[in-house]
């Protein structure tokens, strides 16, 4: 985790020092504007401190997802992308629930999967990664989408195990061709771009949801985690009057996020209440088959004497625990033995959310909550803009 400014506390005066200072040079009589006006300086200085302190902080935690998050991102595109073809069941229900002609948002949207899932609604994705975004443009335009790879997926939509994706040959999978037909349906109802979820350049209340699958878990401070579900809520459309209840039908519109849990103890992860949330995952990207057996070949031949070209290279681990970040390069990748590229590993930041968690960062944003739920290792969560006293939660 980057590290976080030091505390500014320690460094200011107390007000009530800096009061008996100040007034010790008013005379005996003293004087109550004076006073008011050193209170008032006072403060302020220790506002500008407080807010130089969120900033340096919040730059920080800025370095660290570009290393950890964007970085990785943008480096497995094409392979993450080809694990990520069938939508979860959940998500396609949230949307297919949506009426006729509604627009909303895919934030976070990855290669696109969901862009397509319900033909009646128009949706716009955005991502922070451009090569994701790319590859969810080419979907949209009808070119034929990633085979599927061979990282095995259980229902989650982001393997937590040190994850193998390869590029996959021959036959097309029936989950892949069903991804195919819903490139053919996002072509006339989607659009991509690229944007950054704490900064989304959509007008306020200009569309009737919002989805966001495994993405906030990837902020690194709570801070910025609330900060995103605040962005979300923002461009929904607000509630039709003050005091309506947020599910109603007039309660404005519905923005569904979905986390990782942090209890998974019934999982092969191990991971479950009282342990470590702020992890670093492993994805294991694996060089193809082909260039491995060359490889391979060549090392034999350097052994034995022969004139091949390049030695053996090693073999990262699948499934070792995240190294720290002092182990991994700027780029939050780890390769092989002795330095080589082979089977790179790249290294993803990760806020598991413990139970209510996530409930709590909604009404942090100024949310109120719909529903909420646990799905296969994930917490979820349908949330409205909050509506003044009549909002209401469960």
């Given at each position: ?66 290393t950890h998050v964007h970085g990785v991102y943008e480096a497995i595109a094409p392979h993450f992308s080809a694990t990520r073809y069938k939508p979860w069941p959940a998500v396609a229900a949230f949307l297919d629930a949506q009426k006729l002609g509604s627009v909303g948002l895919d934030v976070g949207c990855g290669n696109g999967k969901y862009l397509g899932v319900n033909p009646g609604v128009y949706m716009v ?270």
């Amino acid at each position: 985790m980057a590290s976080t400014s030091a505390s500014t506390s320690t460094a200011l005066p107390s007000v009530s020092a800096a009061l008996d200072v100040a007034r010790l040079g008013l005379g005996s009589t003293g004087s109550t504007e004076q006073e008011a006006v050193a209170e008032s300086n006072i403060t302020a200085e220790g506002a500008e401190a407080a807010a130089a302190g969120e900033e340096e902080e919040a730059s920080a935690a800025e370095a660290y997802e570009r290393t950890h998050v964007h970085g990785v991102y943008e480096a497995i595109a094409p392979h993450f992308s080809a694990t990520r073809y069938k939508p979860w069941p959940a998500v396609a229900a949230f949307l297919d629930a949506q009426k006729l002609g509604s627009v909303g948002l895919d934030v976070g949207c990855g290669n696109g999967k969901y862009l397509g899932v319900n033909p009646g609604v128009y949706m716009v994705g955005s991502d922070r990664s451009s090569a994701l975004v790319a590859l969810a443009a080419a979907k949209r335009c009808g070119l034929q989408p990633q085979a599927v790879g061979s990282g095995k997926r259980g229902g989650s939509d982001d393997d937590a195990t040190a994850t193998t994706a390869t590029a996959a040959s021959g036959s097309t999978s029936s989950a892949a061709m069903n991804s195919m037909d819903n490139a053919a349906v996002a072509r006339s109802v989607s659009d991509v771009l690229v944007a950054d979820g704490l900064s989304l350049p959509f007008r306020d209340g200009s569309v009737d949801f919002v989805i966001c699958v495994a993405v906030i878990h990837h902020m690194s401070t709570r801070q910025r985690r609330q900060e995103a579900v605040r962005s979300l809520l923002r461009c929904v459309k607000q509630p039709e009057a003050a005091g309506t209840p947020a599910e109603t039908e007039t309660g404005g519109g519905r923005v569904l996020v979905y986390v990782w849990a942090l209890e998974q103890g019934s999982s092969r992860r191990g991971w479950d209440e009282g342990g470590e949330q702020d992890l670093l995952v492993p994805w294991v990207l694996k060089e193809p088959k082909t260039q491995k057996q060359q490889r391979q070949q060549q090392g034999q031949r350097k052994k034995g004497g022969g004139g091949g070209k390049g030695a053996s290279q090693g073999k990262a681990t699948a499934g070792t625990a995240a190294p720290t970040e002092a182990q991994t390069s700027s780029s939050g990748v780890s390769t092989g033995t002795g330095g080589h590229t082979a089977d790179s590993v790249f290294h993803r930041y990760y806020h598991l959310y413990r139970k209510g968690e996530l409930e709590e960062d909604v009404l942090a944003a100024g949310g109120a909550v719909v529903t909420s739920g646990y799905e296969k290792d994930n917490w979820w969560v349908v949330c409205a803009p909050a509506s003044g006293a009549g909002a209401t939660t469960s």
